[in-house]
């Protein structure tokens, strides 16, 4: 299948520009999978049918209009695994925040490290952005793993920073500079 916009990862992940009539697509792989990913992420709950997937991807795709956000979904082996954004995109002060969330049929495989090191070198090299964020639960010890393996630095933890189920949530800050980017040849 061909895309409009697709990034070569390695020979089996590509990053893909969505359309919207992917919706279906994006919001089934996330509806099969609720359990694991609506354990860090709060927007799980607020996703409960199609149209609510196809609101997302309008609002993410007028950021790419705006220039505040860029949204890809990560393919393995020609199947839809996840997604991964670069938002809240600064231009001003050339930074964003990096956020991702990957299937749990898909995990364990270094897809995640791999689609994030991409984008870096996407926000790095096409947005000359000078700074990455993300920002990752301190109990979610699979993201924070991806962030530092993609050469992130830990700056911080919040204390109580993110409400969900319920609970404050305690949130570790990861940065990366341009300077310290090391692509890959």
């Given at each position: 299948m061909s895309y409009y916009l697709s990034l070569p990862v390695t020979d089996d992940i590509a990053l893909v520009q969505p359309?919207?009539?992917?919706?279906?697509?994006?919001?089934?792989?996330?509806?099969?999978?609720?359990?694991?990913?609506?354990?860090?992420?709060?927007?799980?709950?607020?996703?409960?049918?199609?149209?609510?997937?196809?609101?997302?991807?309008?609002?993410?795709?007028?950021?790419?209009?705006?220039?505040?956000?860029y949204l890809f979904l990560i393919h393995y082996k020609g199947q839809l695994?996840?997604?991964?954004?670069?938002?809240?995109?600064?231009t001003k002060n050339q930074k964003a925040e990096i956020g991702y969330w990957i299937h749990s049929s898909f995990t364990n495989l270094g897809i995640t490290t791999l689609a994030v090191h991409k984008v870096c070198e996407f926000g790095f090299n096409h947005l000359d952005l000078n700074k990455l964020t993300i920002v990752a639960d301190t109990e979610n010890q699979p993201s924070n793993k991806v962030a530092i393996k993609s050469g992130f630095t830990l700056v911080s933890?919040?204390?109580?920073?993110?409400?969900?189920?319920?609970?404050?949530?305690?949130?570790?800050?990861?940065?990366?500079?341009?300077?310290?980017?090391?692509?890959?040849?």
């Open positions: 359309t919207l009539n992917m919706s279906e697509a994006i919001f089934s792989l996330l509806d099969s999978d609720r359990q694991h990913l609506g354990t860090f992420l709060d927007f799980v709950d607020l996703t409960n049918k199609v149209e609510d997937e196809t609101a997302y991807l309008k609002m993410k795709l007028t950021g790419v209009a705006n220039g505040t956000d695994a996840g997604t991964i954004d670069l938002h809240f995109i600064d933890t919040e204390k109580e920073d993110v409400f969900i189920h319920g609970a404050f949530r305690d949130m570790n800050r990861y940065s990366l500079l341009k300077s310290n980017f090391k692509a890959k040849k």
